[in-house]
């Protein structure tokens, strides 16, 4: 291709390729910034997923500790955000994601507070004082008890 047709070529296709770069979002369509942001968001999500997935029965890490390991550690509110968006087919042990402090991030006494803390408890994760210990079961302790066993017995 040389010439003036390919200049011409050329031309057309920056022309189209500005058209599709500067596409405001319209009824239905929606601009170029939008698929690239929403597939960004999938991307992110998915890891959200393996990572939570691979969480060791009888432990927990919390949504700081998630999003470190899915790639944007600075985005641990989008955590749960995340998890909710998980095919239902998953299973997503969703229930091993606490906040900060060891606590489960639902109201106390609410519905969810009570499954989470529920399958928490049948995993062996002991609570004092409403709190995990994250030493013993975060994710410091998956990684001691993967590697020297466990000393508790």
Not at 45 to 70: F, N
């Amino acid at each position: 291709m040389s010439g003036e047709n390919g200049t011409r070529l050329i031309k057309a296709c920056e022309s189209d390729l500005i058209n599709l770069v500067t596409v405001q979002a319209k009824p239905g369509i929606m601009s170029l910034d939008k698929r690239v942001e929403k597939s960004a968001d999938v991307n992110w999500h998915q890891s959200v997923w393996k990572v939570v997935s691979e969480i060791p029965s009888g432990h927990v890490l919390t949504y700081g500790e998630v999003a470190r390991l899915s790639g944007m550690p600075r985005a641990a509110r989008r955590v749960s955000q995340a998890m909710r968006r998980a095919p239902r087919a998953m299973q997503l042990p969703w229930h091993r994601v606490v906040n900060a402090q060891g606590k489960i991030s639902f109201a106390e006494d609410s519905i969810g507070w009570k499954q989470q803390k529920s399958k928490l408890e049948d995993e062996g994760v002991i609570f004092l004082d409403g709190k995990i210990d994250l030493e013993q079961y975060g994710y410091r302790g998956a990684v001691d008890r993967l590697l020297w066993g466990d000393f508790s017995s």
